[in-house]
């Protein structure tokens, strides 16, 4: 879920394999006439805070069938919680976009909840359950979060980094035998560079950077030195 920290708007959405979170950082995606690309490509991605509602594992595990209704779940709880302040324009998970519902003229206008949508309505910290809500901020807080701060507005802008820090930002992988524990490759320069040259899903390069086991015949590591 996509909040705007200014206006108090709400988007839910889901994600499968990571393809469609990814495609909210680029600008072939963020120019379509969506409500929230317009909201992000209006207050900026560093005013919205991403919500990950619920991560239901591998891809290979869960069906979409499946995936959208747990969305499903969400979008009727965003509508509910959120009414007006809802970018969501279709309250179908999946659907096609369609013209704004609101108020009385919300589908889920009046109506009850199962019991699984409650609870997730009651232990999500948004909106009046969030510690900041109703908060005002200062003149100079709110010119710092809305300022420009790309180019030589960037505080870091002009900085050299270390050779070490540029390895954590970009995090590179490095690929070893498993048997021998030797370097199979040169260094990859990230994970989707990796998965690309290996030609396997990002996602499963990821899982298997991160649980260190082996994955036909390679460790994936983050460590030169494995």
């Known amino acids: 879920m996509w909040f705007n920290k200014i ?3 709400a988007y839910v959405g889901s994600s499968y394999g990571g393809d469609r979170l990814a495609s909210y950082f680029r600008l072939s995606t963020l120019s379509k006439k969506l409500a929230i690309y317009k ?3 209006t207050y900026g991605h560093e005013n919205h ?6 991560d239901l594992g591998d891809k ?8 959208l209704q747990k969305e499903q779940i969400y979008i009727d709880w965003c509508f509910e919680t959120y009414l007006e302040l809802s970018l969501n324009r279709n309250p179908k998970a999946g659907g096609r976009i369609s013209t704004k519902l609101i108020g009385k003229n919300n589908p889920f206008y009046g109506k009850s909840h199962k019991a699984e949508t409650l609870s997730i309505m009651s232990n999500c910290k948004l909106g009046q359950k969030n510690p900041m809500f109703g908060r005002s901020k200062s ?3 709110l ?5 420009d701060k790309s180019g030589s507005n960037n505080p870091q802008w002009g900085v050299k980094k270390s050779a070490d820090t540029l390895a954590k930002i970009r995090k590179k992988v490095y690929v070893f035998n498993s048997v021998t524990g030797i370097l199979s490759y040169p260094s990859f320069e990230s994970t ?4 690309k040259f290996l030609k396997i899903s990002p996602t499963t390069l990821s899982k298997y950077l991160k649980n260190g086991l082996p994955y036909k015949g ?9």
Do not use: D, V, Y
């Open 139 to 141: 003149s100079e807080f």
């Open 218 to 226: 390679m460790i994936f590591s983050r460590n030169p030195k494995e």
């Open 143 to 147: 010119h710092w979060q809305q300022k």
């Open 60 to 67: 290979h595990q869960i069906s979409w069938k499946e995936l």
């Open 39 to 41: 909201s992000l490509t």
């Open 7 to 9: 206006t108090g708007q």
């Open 192 to 195: 989707g560079t990796c998965a």
């Open 49 to 54: 805070i991403l919500f990950i509602m619920e």
